[in-house]
């Protein structure tokens, strides 16, 4: 069992108005019968739910109490960022070398990527421009539906690569060294683990496909991308249809070169092929390695003899340029990528902030400077990290955030960006049969840990905020959280979730007041 999840917004298969049919009544009558479940008697409830037409409250209960808000945290990393660089920054991940080319292309010193921070190193970038993403994001890869974007992972890789050939370096006489100064690497995000770093190539995740094979053979294991950087011992053993899964890896040996081999052993059941990932521990070297391959598949020949200093003059050879920051807002909020929004504040912190040998808290504290020069009151927020495992906030300054936003000239690129009641990203299964399907725009969350006493989990955090577009044409801004709630390590996430999802489509139709 996790002890934490803060990562996405439990997919939430079965709900119902069954709130409504109940009593016949308001929104506010909705949300107490909704309450009044005998899984909610120890928990705590919060919710603002404001029209922006008027900018009144529509309903309000413990608004200016703290909650664990999970993944909402995402609203305010995200919209901040856009804020502060907007939606049309670009991120350009350029190689330079070190030393002169002579006339039969032998570059006399070194290939240095320089890390912008870019995220989206990827497949998913798109010929017209845009990002790709897949509703179960495959960074969840515990999660059942996990998937990758199709395509090359080392696609923007390949691209740096291709330009370099072109500038006429046929060999290297030196190294490929990766320049990650802008912020340190090294640190694990909260939610599943990643190394958070200014170098990020497929999420920092090699991808391994797990095909089982005949009853008590070992099952086919694939990685994508294929690099030397990762070697897998299979000791996995295929079970029984219907049987547990259970992988665990039981070693992880890096070599001198900087490669892993990592020893994997336990069962899969026969049947479908099951996606797992290897969550990569020094992005820099996995990075170094696979550009390196990349160069060597064009012919570009890496000797390493060179001993050219870094700190020789550099010239441009390579610059790979990102999708529109736009892009990424809606790919992180989607999906609620966990280390895209980890990575942010340490992102801010070396672009924008003051102190860069603290990028996170550099980053946290242009973020405070921009909360309050919108006016906001910051005493109602509290965040250490950007995906919401550590972070709490009032319902009353989510909404108070989320008016701010409505009221910028990029909302349009904001509203979009947010999961779709029963359409995309962590609500795509979500009240897909309800009139409010397609209505509701709101990010998600989740944060948990094991209750062993009892054997369940304690969800010490769920949460669901954005915009409500109701049927009478008005659009609400809304925040609401159920804090701690103890049950079924295997339902209980749901079924607050339900609760959740409940009363996000009872805004959408429900008699309010205003």
Not at 87 to 101: A, L, N
Not at 158 to 171: C, M, N, T
Request: aromatic share 8%; proline share 5%.
């Amino acid at each position: 069992m996790n002890r934490r999840i803060n990562h996405v917004f439990v997919a939430i298969c079965a709900l119902s108005m069954s709130a409504l049919a109940e009593n016949g009544g308001t929104l506010e009558q909705g949300i107490r019968a909704i309450l009044g479940r005998p899984e909610f008697r120890h928990a705590r409830f919060g919710a603002e739910f404001r029209a922006l037409d008027t900018g009144q409250p529509i309903f309000r209960m413990n608004e200016q109490q703290f909650f664990v808000p999970g993944s909402t945290t995402k609203l305010l990393t995200e919209g901040t960022a856009l804020s502060l660089l907007g939606p049309d920054y670009r991120f350009h991940t350029r190689v330079f070398r070190t030393g002169s080319v002579d006339a039969n292309g032998m570059l006399k010193g070194n290939l240095i990527l320089v890390a912008s921070g870019d995220p989206n190193l990827s497949n998913r970038l798109q010929p017209d421009g845009t990002l790709a993403f897949q509703n179960i994001d495959h960074s969840y890869d515990s999660m059942p539906g996990s998937a990758v974007v199709p395509g090359d992972p080392l696609a923007a890789i390949r691209d740096l690569a291709a330009q370099v050939a072109k500038a006429g370096i046929k060999r290297v006489d030196g190294r490929v060294i990766v320049d990650v100064s802008l912020f340190p690497q090294g640190v694990r995000e909260l939610g599943t683990g990643v190394v958070i770093s200014p170098i990020i190539v497929n999420d920092n995740v090699i991808d391994l496909a797990i095909a089982p094979g005949a009853e008590g053979s070992a099952p086919q294991i694939k990685t994508s991308p294929e690099t030397a950087y990762l070697r897998i011992t299979n000791q996995v053993k295929t079970g029984a249809a219907g049987s547990k899964f259970g992988i665990r890896i039981v070693s992880d040996v890096p070599a001198s070169d900087g490669s892993h081999t990592v020893t994997v052993s336990g069962t899969v059941p026969a049947g479908p092929s099951i996606h797992r990932t290897y969550r990569v521990p020094e992005p820099s070297v996995f990075a170094q390695t696979v550009l390196t391959e990349a160069l060597k598949e064009l012919g570009v020949a890496i000797t390493g003899n060179a001993n050219s200093s870094n700190s020789e003059q550099r010239t441009e050879v390579a610059d790979h340029v990102s999708a529109p920051f736009r892009e990424e807002v809606k790919v992180t909020l989607k999906v609620s990528q966990n280390l895209h929004a980890s990575m942010t504040p340490y992102l801010l912190g070396a672009t924008v902030g003051t102190d860069h040998d603290h990028p996170l808290q550099s980053g946290f504290d242009a973020e405070h400077k921009f909360l309050q020069g919108a006016g906001l009151d910051v005493s109602g927020a509290s965040q250490s990290d950007g995906a919401g495992g550590d972070a709490f906030y009032t319902p009353a300054f989510m909404v108070e955030f989320l008016v701010y936003m409505s009221k910028q000239p990029f909302f349009s690129v904001f509203y979009s960006a947010l999961p779709t009641l029963g359409k995309d990203g962590t609500l795509w299964d979500i009240q897909q049969q309800s009139p409010a399907a397609g209505f509701v725009h709101a990010k998600t969350g989740t944060y948990g840990t094991a209750d062993l006493l009892n054997k369940s989990l304690m969800v010490t955090g769920k949460g669901i905020a954005g915009y409500i577009d109701r049927k009478d044409g008005r659009r609400l801004a809304f925040a609401a959280y159920i804090n701690m709630v103890d049950g079924d390590p295997e339902t209980i996430a749901h079924r607050v979730g339900d609760a959740l999802g409940e009363i996000a489509a009872l805004a959408y139709d429900a008699p309010i007041e205003h």
